[in-house]
T-cell receptor, first 113, second 114 residues
């Protein structure tokens, strides 16, 4: 089982649609969680951190379910500019190998007019 | 303010050669992490350095090594290049250890091994 798994995608949605991505992680001791966005041939950029209480930033809502070990990202009122790859990121915390950050494989989103 | 910078932007090498990639973090950031991203995959963690010490290592062979300098810049070295090392190499900086801190990525170095 992969340490971090995401919906394979791609997701093709019309403008204005609501779309949700899920991500599961295997290490129950994981400490911090993020969603990053990556445009084609560009570097990843932080979209939002994910907190246990859930958090919202405009049209974007992220939630964490520690019991089921998954995080989610909801995008409301999709825009053409939301087309990108969304990466789920998990930090397991220090372990015998030190710190490391684990990225999911990413989910491609295409928003069409 | 300058973001994370990486050099070179593109590089072409042949099998068996050695390569050095460079990264300068955001001013004030003390941690640098290196990632390898193969087309169609998410970035794979290689190393994290904080205050010039290695603090984390991913599942990469010993051909991969890195170091961090007193000014917090970093180098990633790859020896005995293989075709499979062709990828985008990303550097990320953060204020502290990248456990809970936001990581800011540089534009990457695209390495092609022929």
């Amino acid at each position: 089982r992969k340490e971090v798994e995401q919906d394979p995608g791609p997701f093709n949605v019309p403008e204005g649609a609501t779309v949700a991505f899920n991500c599961t992680y295997s290490n129950s001791a994981s400490q911090s969680f993020f969603w990053y966005r990556q445009d084609c041939r560009k570097e990843p950029k932080l979209l939002m951190s994910v907190y246990s209480s859930g958090n919202e930033d405009g049209r974007f809502t992220a939630q964490l379910n520690r019991a089921s070990q998954y995080i989610s990202l909801l995008i409301r009122d999709s825009k053409l500019s939301d087309s990108a790859t969304y990466l789920c990121v998990v930090n397991p915390g220090p372990n015998t190998g030190g710190f490391k950050t684990i990225f999911g494989a990413g989910t491609r989103l295409f928003v069409k007019a | 303010d300058a973001g994370v910078t990486q050099s070179p932007t593109h590089l072409i090498k042949t099998r068996g050669q050695h390569v050095t990639l460079r990264c300068s973090p955001i001013s004030g950031h003390k941690s640098v992490s290196w990632y390898q991203q193969v087309l169609g995959q998410g970035p794979q963690f290689i190393f994290q350095y904080y205050e010039k010490e290695e603090r984390g290592r991913g599942n990469f062979p010993d051909r991969f090594s890195a170091r961090q300098f007193p000014n917090y810049s970093s180098e990633l070295n790859v020896n005995a290049l293989l075709l499979g090392d062709s990828a985008l190499y990303l550097c990320a900086s953060s204020l502290g250890l990248a456990g809970g801190d936001t990581q800011y990525f540089g534009p990457g170095t695209r390495l092609t091994v022929l």
